[in-house]
């Protein structure tokens, strides 16, 4: 009979014992082993086959949790390995409770070949089976390489290691809905509902800090901040409520937005129309590459039910106008600074266009034309487009409010399927 040894104080069991309430981990699962095959036969194997798996809550909510260890036969991933997150993810299924993976993985285990293989493909089956009605959250907290970085791409949420990773995954639990047929939990809000923001103009083009500033306790848990820096997204509180925040950050584009910046918003929308949690969008970009990416975007606000509301808090040119939750595309209510502007293209490209042979004060007093009627404030409130022209210290009451009028809207939709 082969041996087999368990170490009981390896890092996948501490990340766990870190990110559960305190004694609420039950583990299951932890005597399997690796099978023996023709390249594989050890005198000892180790318990476990490289990942923790079991159940135990976060704030009293149940969650399962796996936590593999890149210490045991090279971190690969291997048959016996994977039909234990298998097993974990159809509980998972069964019970409508979020999985929280910590991943350190080196990638597939050669010495079992295709079974290895076998066994990724039904974590993928499983995992697009989750994502229609569970929340997944990922975290890297070692190596993840081969089939493993796909299994992580298919999550609702990727978070790299750091020494805050437990806090912002319990966060996360507490913020978010457990499975899609739940809705987020309004909490109390101790915030003034009518704060006076006035250092707020003076972030325009940072996005984070509108954010940050309209924010419940200025609380904005960022996402994905590696990548596509010049769109940020993340969730926020707005009296009490979870909302899913967007804004172009054009302090770090020049006013453009990236293929990457389209990408990570449409992703950001179709998690928060799954967990039925309300978007609010603020605006501000000149132009954009990746026109693929951006019929992506529009894909995803428009399905998504949810409550939506748009803030202008810049100067917005062009089809960026148009995709970026403008009245066209669907939002509910638009916002917009009496200090911004929005239009075709800017005042004076367009008399440019229109008076080829105009003489420069000319050109100036005609763009200032133009200015006010087709790209002012006045102008697109004039023409709906606008629901409402505001100062930008006002920006958190008159969005808390109208947040307040599609309180119930989400959830009505939804009732009536």
């Given amino acids: 009979m082969i041996a087999t040894e368990r170490r009981t104080t390896t890092k996948a069991l501490q990340r766990i014992r870190r990110i559960l309430d305190p004694g609420s981990f039950m583990e299951i699962g932890e ?23 079991g159940y135990g809550t976060i704030d009293g909510c149940l969650v399962y949790v796996f936590s593999q260890d890149g210490e045991v036969m ?36 050669v010495e079992e070949g295709l079974d290895s293989l076998d066994a990724f493909g039904q974590l993928y089956a499983l995992q697009a089976e989750a994502s229609r009605q569970i929340l997944q959250i990922m975290a890297i907290c070692g190596g993840c390489s081969g089939g493993m970085t796909v299994a992580a791409d298919m999550a609702d949420i990727i978070l790299s290691d750091s020494v805050h990773l437990a806090d912002q995954i319990r966060t996360l639990i507490d913020l978010l809905p457990a499975n899609t047929s739940q809705y987020p939990e309004q909490r109390p809000c101790s915030d003034d509902l009518n704060r006076q923001l006035s250092e707020l103009e003076k972030k325009r083009g940072d996005g984070r800090g509108i954010l940050n500033e309209l924010s419940d306790e200025h609380f904005f848990f960022e996402l994905k901040q590696c990548c596509g820096r010049d769109m940020v997204i993340g ?20 006013g453009k937005i ?34 693929l990416q951006a019929g992506r975007l529009v894909k995803a606000l428009t399905a998504a039910s949810v409550p939506k509301i748009n803030l202008i808090a810049g100067e917005i040119f062009g089809s960026a106008y148009s995709i970026l939750n403008s009245k066209g595309v669907g939002a509910d209510y638009v916002f917009m600074w009496d200090c911004a502007a929005a239009g075709l293209i800017e005042s004076l490209q367009a008399v440019e266009i229109l008076y080829p042979q105009g003489e420069l004060a000319f050109l100036q007093k005609r763009a200032e034309d133009y200015r006010k009627t087709h790209c002012s ?25 109208a947040f307040e009028t599609l309180a119930d809207a989400g959830r009505c939709h939804n009732d009536l399927w």
């Fill in 235 to 254: 969730f926020m509180r707005l009296n009490g409520a979870v909302v899913g925040g967007i804004a172009t950050q054009t302090i770090a584009s020049e």
């Fill in 31 to 53: 005597h399997i082993t690796a099978r023996r095959t023709d390249f594989y036969t050890p005198e000892k194997v180790e318990a476990s086959d490289g990942v923790i798996t």
């Fill in 74 to 109: 090279g971190g690969s991933f291997g048959e016996m390995h994977g039909r234990k997150i298998h097993h974990l993810y159809r509980l998972a299924i069964k019970t409508k409770a979020p999985v929280i993976g910590c991943l350190d993985c080196s990638g597939l285990r």
């Fill in 258 to 291: 990236s293929p990457e910046g389209f990408e990570k918003a449409a992703s950001f929308i179709e998690l928060c129309g799954k967990l039925h949690i309300p978007l609010l969008t603020v605006t501000d970009a000149k132009g954009f590459e990746g026109s």
């Fill in 377 to 401: 404030p006045m102008a697109l409130a004039r023409h709906g487009y606008v629901d409402k022209i505001i100062k930008p210290e006002e920006s958190r009451k008159f969005i808390l409010g």
